[in-house]
């Protein structure tokens, strides 16, 4: 599949919806990816995880830091391809197929500033199906594939290879490096051949995310209801349908965490809805449960939690809101949905799950905590 | 030279010397260092910068971090190598020589332990010819040698290669790291043909830190005055004879910072010194005035500063005390003599004389500050 410019837009669009809130704005990636198809030599393609090949070596591109930082800095268009073609240095080798390694936010672009420049597919998968804010949050770690070598680079030509042990130490090293290079830097890691990406990966999340900007499109077009035809593609289920009345927002060791209180609008349909919902973020939206104070979490209030993917869209035009973007008074809809199955094995909640965030609940899933609303 | 177990002690005498109370306490690389030789299949070699082919690649091979870190860690004998041999593999090629980059401190001795095991000499020389804080002290900065790649491993099994774009750089890139390697790590950086060692590295600092180990014992053993000895070879001068009347130690960002005041005892020979000295510290003595307190800093009470070197000496044997061996009550001679010509430029003042760390004074040379004072 030929990438064009309406396909960049429509991805940035779903991106946004499956960044949860965080993963940063991906509209500038859109600017930027669209600049690099135009200047390619080659249409760049998108192929799916089958397409790929056994021996083909493969390696994610992304930039990890602060996203707004991001947006500022990435000027520099060769940032990236210098991580990219460091870590082919470090590897010894040409790698075949790039990706992104979470569809959710910018990162879901940047894969095709590469792939333009190095002509090079881009393989319709990621290691979240969503945004996480660490760098060890991706299904390859939770089938313990090997993070090294990484490679970094910023924008004035610094670059740093790392051989950490694995991808918890590729964290802990990666991250004080970022804030050297200015909070901001081009990643790679996470090298794998073909066999394994398509062991470990989750396919077909660039193209969701497509499907999802498009519905969002079609339905605003059409006159139907946004947030219904982004329910119906991921499966999910409206929380509550109501106005921000407060936010409590705190950035803090290069994050924004805080919470949010949605009051329900009184109206048809919502009669099962609870009367307001407390939402707490870090970066990303991580937990959802009754109430309109953070203190009243509880295994009984909780609504949704990580590692089920947890959105807040424009009630009317169902267009995604980022956390920086909450404000006072806007109509929203808080929906809910579920996380690959990879996130709901013992491994995955211990490194998604609540308790990883400070949160002294038990994950349960999207569908059970409906269930026992239903019960 | 084939280096033996008293050239060992001796060196890190004369190493603590010209540690100027920092660079941490070498006797703990002694013993490595001896293990290592005993160990070694080959008699390990010092040899003189002049021996060294201009073809040949050298490295040094240095700690980073806390010293009192280091000798806690070093457990792991492998971790010098581990960087060492990383370094090898960033180059692509065979390393022929190492040496130190600080004669001064704990530094001065890890180079042997790395020959014993690679089986290639030790170049007698270094790259301070003292101890320096910082990475980018060092007179390949100075002469504009690049710094990149350089090495970093832990004892766990974390390499990190950077590719920084100079000295400055490769310092704020290691730090952190160092600091989630657990406070210490080995590092290799300035890689190096010897033809730019030979211009670039200041020769002879091994040798001359041995015969300072062996001055003070000889001194001690013939009943002669040990500081004279220590004075003779480094062309110095006794600032004050004195009792520490006072210790303020702050820990902070990595570093040791504080004062130290000295009051003179009255007998023979001490009419020309001063009444008090406050010598300041930030993990090395940098600056020694008169008067008792760090506010009476000033051009006129100036008496020593780096990038000259600063020790102060047990009064009666010649042992030289660290920072953090300063205690109430210890007689002491505080000395001051010369550092190496390349450290008084205008690029050598700029990078470790007084106003880099924070002093609001012009650098003077020793000896210029003694001829002030007999005008």
Request: hydrophobic letters at 40%.
């Amino acid at each position: 599949m030929i990438i064009n410019e309406q396909m960049i837009d429509d991805i940035a669009l779903g991106a946004t919806v499956l960044g949860t809130g965080g993963g940063g704005d991906p509209y500038s990636g859109a600017l930027m990816a669209k600049v690099a198809i135009r200047n390619a030599k080659n249409p760049v393609e998108i192929i799916s995880l089958e397409e790929v090949q056994d021996e083909w070596m493969t390696v994610p591109s992304s930039m990890i830091g602060a996203p707004t930082v991001s947006i500022e800095k990435i000027n520099s268009e060769s940032q990236m391809l210098v991580a990219f073609e460091a870590m082919e240095q470090a590897l010894g080798e040409e790698i075949q197929a790039t990706f992104p390694i979470e569809v959710g936010g910018f990162n879901s672009l940047i894969p095709i500033l590469v792939a333009a420049q190095k002509g090079i597919p881009v393989v319709d998968c990621d290691a979240m199906g969503r945004a996480f804010p660490e760098s060890q949050m991706v299904t390859f770690y939770l089938d313990g594939l090997p993070s090294a070598p990484n490679t970094l680079a910023d924008e004035k030509g610094n670059v740093v290879t790392l051989h950490p042990l694995d991808g918890v130490w590729s964290e802990r090293f990666a991250r004080p490096i970022t804030e050297e290079m200015g909070g901001s830097a081009a990643m790679c890691d996470y090298p794998m051949k073909g066999h394994n990406l398509k062991r470990s990966a989750l396919g077909g999340t660039l193209t969701q995310a497509m499907q999802i900007g498009q519905a969002i499109r079609a339905a605003n077009k059409n006159g139907e209801n946004a947030v219904d035809a982004v329910l119906d593609i991921v499966g999910g289920t409206r929380l509550i349908s109501g106005k921000i009345v407060d936010i409590e927002r705190t950035t803090a060791g290069g994050f924004v965490t805080g919470g949010v209180i949605i009051e329900k609008l009184t109206k048809a349909g919502t009669q099962s809805q609870p009367k307001d919902v407390y939402v707490h973020f870090q970066n990303e939206l991580l937990l959802a449960h009754k109430g309109r104070k953070a203190e009243e979490i509880s295994q009984e209030s909780l609504l949704a939690t990580t590692p089920d993917l947890i959105s807040i869209l424009d009630h009317e035009t169902g267009q995604p809101i980022t956390t920086e973007q909450l404000r006072y008074g806007q109509r929203v809809d808080l929906i809910a949905y579920p996380c690959d199955p990879k996130w709901r094995t013992a491994k995955g909640i211990e490194v998604a799950g609540p308790n990883y965030f400070g949160y002294d609940v038990q994950y349960k899933t999207i569908e059970q905590l409906i269930q026992g609303e239903r019960a």
